[in-house]
């Protein structure tokens, strides 16, 4: 058994209920930023074929300057959502971590959710913040985001359980 899976036994070990009830609130809290990543079913497709982002290969943001179009030889599912990559490499990295790769908020333009809207983001009108991937309407937006990241993204975040609640 691996380091890590040992821990996550050791954990179940603990013995005092409320040891074990702090354990779990710190997890959980501890997973919040992970909340931006879209859940199940809530990623932004492309409507003519289904595929994430319109079938851009989400790890080639973070490897290059231009994100690049994925194949279809190498897709990968997750939750009932095709994504396609540019290579094996990145489709594994996906696969072994999704919530890093995957645009925060399914793809959707964070100014907008913001201020209480679902606007699907434009792939090829991105930036990288902190390490994770944002999609805008259009320049405008992403702009904005630009001046004040941390507001927007906080913003962002508090209003996306709404938001996505009217996502078709």
Known sequence: MSGPRQQDY????ISTPTVRLIAVLVLLFGLMPLARS????LVSTDP???IAIHGY???SYFAG???????ASFEYTLHGTTWR???EGNRAAFAD???VYAPQFGGYDPVAIARGASVAGNPLIWLIRAQRLYFFYDTDARSEFA????RLAETAERRWPQVRQTLP
């Open 85 to 87: 990559f540019s290579n």
């Open 38 to 41: 879209a859940p199940p079913g």
């Open 48 to 50: 003519q074929d289904g």
């Open 10 to 13: 050791a954990f179940m070990a």
């Open 147 to 150: 001046a004040n990241p941390a």
């Open 57 to 59: 290969d989400p790890v």
């Open 97 to 99: 971590h999704p919530d």
């Open 65 to 71: 300057p231009e994100p690049q179009q994925g194949r």
